[in-house]
Structures are given as structure tokens and as C-alpha cells.
């Protein structure tokens, strides 16, 4: 079974410009969420969607968007990027199993804005 | 408002030792949620444990096991006989707020198991 797959796995945009980040999750996964990690603010949770839905949103500005198709993949959309967007952006899908859950992560898009 | 605390910033053990990661959290809620991942070197994060906050029965999976003790806020994480495999930054993560559920992380502990 595939993994959870994030593309690009590298990105360098410049200040001002926006970008879109993909992620597919595990084939029967619906439920997808986002992380941001920096060095200076570590991991941070962005979104977390379940079939189209938003379901819950981190502390972050309206410039972070995120949205989730029928097939559960899922994007996010900075707008307007600035410096301190560089971050690793990781994406997680989820399993549930009688109330259970189990995460599975992709190896992240590594975003450098310049 | 919640908050995750890993004092331990960097933690070396040389193999086959014992090393606990400790977390500490604060919430009002009575409903949440606590995690541990690990992110070796390669940067993937892996998903190790979550645990809801009506379950405080201790876990133990292989070398691995977890000790959640509500009275303290704590949900510690223990490796027995360490290998160099183990060797990682560990986060402790809770997740609540009842209403608008959020997920916080810790800042991390960097675990080194030497040779």
C-alpha cells in the first residue's frame, strides 16, 4: 500500500508570491491534516479535514487556506508568502479503527521563501 | 489555553540503557487527547501512540511503553534497552479545547543513544 505522498518535496518561491502544496493520503483514508514546522516555532498544526470538510484550524492567518477533494487529497495555499513562511510543511492522513486513530505521515515539502 | 512542556531539550544515553522522555501538559478540558511522535533524522514524523484522557491504563508496546497520570499531567514515555535506532527527536502533542480542538505540540526532546 502507498504511503501518504506530498509534492513538491522542495519548493523555493520569493516573497509576495503564493504557493500550493498537494497531499495524497493512504488509499481509504479520509481524513487529512497539516503541520507546519519551523526552528523557531517547531511543529504547529495548520488544518485537519475529513471528507471535504474543515473540520478544525490552527492559530495562523487567513493566508493559509486548505481544502480537500472527493478522492481525499488534499492542498494547502499560502498567499502573499512572506520569509518567515520557509518551513518544512508536513501532511498526515488517518486511519480509524473503533474509535481509534492512527497517523501516517508524509516526508514533507521543504519550503524556502527568499 | 493549552500548553505542552518538554523540559528535556536533549537527553544522550549510551545503548541498551534505559531513558524516559518526560511531557507535561495543561488544559481545562475534560475531553482530550494526548500523542508522541518521533522525527529521526530523516525528518519524517512518525506516529507512535495516541491516548484519550479517559484511559489512563499505562501502554507498553515492545520497547516501548507510556505512562499517563492525570493527578500530575503527565504522559511520560519510556525506552527500554535503547538502540542507536532510537535515536530521534521525540513530541509529546495534546490535543483539545473543546469546541474548537487544537493540536499543540511540545518543543521536542532530542534523544542521542550512543554506541
Known amino acids: 500500500k502507498a504511503g501518504v505522498t506530498q509534492t513538491p518535496r522542495y519548493l523555493i518561491k520569493t516573497r509576495g508570491q503564493q504557493v500550493t502544496l498537494s497531499c495524497s493520503p493512504i488509499s481509504g483514508h479520509r481524513s487529512v491534516s497539516w503541520y507546519q514546522q519551523t526552528p523557531g516555532q517547531g511543529l504547529q498544526f495548520l488544518f485537519e479535514y475529513f471528507s471535504e470538510t474543515q473540520r478544525n484550524k490552527g492559530n495562523f492567518p487567513g493566508r493559509f487556506s486548505g481544502r480537500q477533494f472527493s478522492n481525499s487529497r488534499s492542498e494547502m495555499n499560502v498567499s502573499t508568502l512572506e520569509l518567515g513562511d520557509s518551513a518544512l510543511y508536513l501532511c498526515?492522513?488517518?486511519?480509524?479503527?473503533?474509535?481509534?486513530?492512527?497517523?501516517?505521515f508524509g516526508p514533507g515539502t521543504r519550503l524556502l521563501v527568499l | 489555553a493549552q500548553k505542552v512542556t518538554q523540559a528535556q531539550t536533549e537527553i544522550s544515553v549510551v545503548e541498551k540503557e534505559d531513558v524516559t522522555l518526560d511531557c507535561v501538559y495543561e488544559?481545562?478540558?475534560?475531553?482530550?487527547?494526548l500523542f508522541w511522535y518521533k522525527q529521526p533524522p530523516s525528518g519524517e514524523l512518525v506516529f507512535l501512540i495516541r491516548?484519550?484522557?479517559?484511559?489512563?491504563q499505562n501502554e507498553i508496546s515492545g520497547r516501548y511503553s507510556w505512562n499517563f497520570q492525570k493527578s500530575t499531567s503527565s504522559f511520560n514515555f519510556t525506552i527500554t534497552a535503547s538502540q542507536v535506532v532510537d535515536s530521534a527527536v521525540y513530541f509529546c502533542a495534546l490535543y483539545s479545547g473543546a469546541g474548537s480542538y487544537q493540536l499543540t505540540f511540545g518543543k521536542g526532546t532530542k534523544l542521542s543513544v550512543i554506541p
Open positions: 491516548r484519550n484522557s479517559f484511559d489512563e
Open positions: 488544559t481545562r478540558d475534560t475531553t482530550y487527547y
Open positions: 498526515a492522513s488517518s486511519l480509524w479503527v473503533d474509535r481509534d486513530e492512527t497517523q501516517y
